[in-house]
């Protein structure tokens, strides 16, 4: 069985006192593997190397905040280049596990292409929205959203947050408070998103980032206001004509299980879902 070391500095390394202890599973004893001992002597070193890191050589804690999305992004290809291995459990461990899949959690994925244009029948609704909104709106601009103009999309959440009784309802006030902190840390997180301005004032927003796969987008939030019509459909449209344009899909995420934006969601045609579930050990909690 192989020995799982610690990594301190850089480098797995085995700890001072040579000694090693099982790791057992907690359902049967079973040994899963044996981990080098650490003591006082290896905290000790991990510290120092922590802190050489970041008073000394610096690398992390002076890159710049696109560079850090780089490099997270590159381990979390890692990850999912991995995600074979959960279909290996029934190989490894037959009848040992289960996965249990909620329908709430499922992320909708869309081909770009399609909702910046909404071609055909299946959209001749939404075209029908925009263009209505096109109508009634003649003032109106798409503008990415900068460090020009996230003050102003701050102002229209917290507009949002007013007109939809927020600080009444738990979970519409969390929702809320992640969009606020989306902003106010919008160049830090390396998001992309782009607000819908209509007679000078911004009445839509959406903020998104690429995801893990280079060839999604994903869309974490979007809020607009109800006075103006149409603004979640053309929102929707224009993030997907322009921030989207370089991807092949938009990964929108979850309903969780609310019926009226699982409706608005499947609305838009999917081309698929991405199911999550949960691995569990049959016959633990």
């Not at 991995?82 to 869309?110: Q, T």
């Amino acid at each position: 069985m192989e020995l799982q070391k610690m990594f301190i500095d850089g480098e797995w390394v085995e700890g001072s006192t040579g000694k090693t202890v099982p790791t057992l599973n907690p359902a049967n004893s079973e040994v899963l593997a044996m981990v080098t001992e650490g003591n006082v002597e290896d905290v000790d070193k991990a510290i120092a190397a922590a802190k050489k890191s970041f008073y000394v050589t610096r690398g992390w804690r002076d890159m710049d905040s696109q560079t850090r999305a780089d490099i997270l992004l590159k381990i979390a290809d890692a990850i999912d280049a991995e995600k074979e291995d959960f279909a290996k459990l029934e190989e490894l461990y037959p009848g040992r596990f289960e996965i249990k899949y909620d329908r709430n959690y499922a992320d909708y994925v869309y081909e770009t292409e399609k909702l910046a244009k909404l071609s055909g029948k299946k959209y001749h609704s939404k075209k029908n929205h925009v263009n209505k909104f096109m109508s009634l709106y003649e003032d109106w601009a798409y503008e990415p959203i900068t460090k020009d103009n996230v003050e102003e999309c701050f102002r229209m959440i917290l507009e949002w947050r007013h007109e939809n009784g927020c600080d009444e309802d738990e979970e519409k006030n969390a929702e809320i408070c992640v969009a606020q902190n989306a902003l106010r840390l919008y160049d830090e997180l390396g998001f992309r998103g782009g607000a819908l301005r209509v007679n000078g004032k911004i009445a839509a927003c959406t903020i998104g980032e690429p995801g893990n796969k280079k060839d999604t987008m994903i869309v974490h939030i979007e809020k607009a206001l109800t006075e103006v019509q149409g603004a979640y459909t053309v929102i929707n449209q224009q993030f997907a004509l322009h921030e989207g344009a370089a991807y092949r899909y938009l990964n929108r995420e979850e309903d969780l299980g609310e019926d009226g934006l699982r409706q608005a969601k499947m609305s838009y045609k999917p081309v698929f879902l991405i199911e999550k579930g949960v691995v569990r050990e049959k016959g633990l909690l």
